[in-house]
């Protein structure tokens, strides 16, 4: 129990999520639950939470700006990390489970399907991030490693993108599977629009609604004794 009052709720909260795709997976194939189709499966569920953990470290930086809470700034390189991490399972997934190490094979079809492409460079841009994102490449890189990392705005629409197109979706015509990819892509809007300086000015600039979540002591609501 010692261990766990070192961290913070939002702090095991991460974490959890982060693994619970892995151990949802585990306890399916152990209970012989798994799907029938069980590489393809591998390979989507690998995929969302990659792109979900994605979004997640992206929302950090709102919450601050929003109710001004601190602490999610704290756990954005965790859900960067986790993202990526889970991205390199989901990129193994696919050289080795799917196409067996066959190279000729794989960099032919990364050539002709336009969404592997995508794919292939979101997994590259990551990279870099996911290296730097140490504190002491912080330093070395000093204002650089800011401008590094604000390439995930870019990288973020490319793996919305990837989503999308893997479902043989358009997002102009609404066809193929586009429902989940279209909200990651709303949402992701909703991110890009925050972003913008006046948007982000005003947004400072609205009275503490940080207190309706996270209330000083002495301005909680009073219990309702009524
Ligand atoms: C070398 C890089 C990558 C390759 C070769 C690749 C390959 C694939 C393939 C083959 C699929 C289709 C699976 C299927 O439906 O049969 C897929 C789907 C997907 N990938 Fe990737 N991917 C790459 C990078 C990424 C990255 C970096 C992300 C996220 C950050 C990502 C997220 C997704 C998502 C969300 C799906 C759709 C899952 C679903 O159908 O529910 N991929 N990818």
Redesign the pocket.
Known sequence: MKILSRYTPLQIAVHLYAWSALAWIAVEMLTGSFSINP??EL????????????MLSLLCTPLNTLFKWAEPLKRRRTLGLY??M??TI??II??DL?YGLAWSL?FR??FE?P??I?????????IPLAVTSFDVWKIRLGKNWKRLHKTVYL??P???L??AW??KGDFFSLSG?IF??LI?GLILLIFLALRIPAVRKYLASLPTRSLLLFPKKSQQPKADVS
Do not use: N
């Open positions: 590489i393809q390979e989507q569920r690998t995929g969302r939470h990659a792109i979900t953990l994605l993202a990526f889970y991205a989901h990129v696919f050289v799917d794989i079809t990364v399907k969404y592997i995508v794919g292939t460079l979101t997994f590259l841009m990551l990288i973020a490319l793996a919305v990837h989503y893997s479902k599977d989940r990819p990651y």
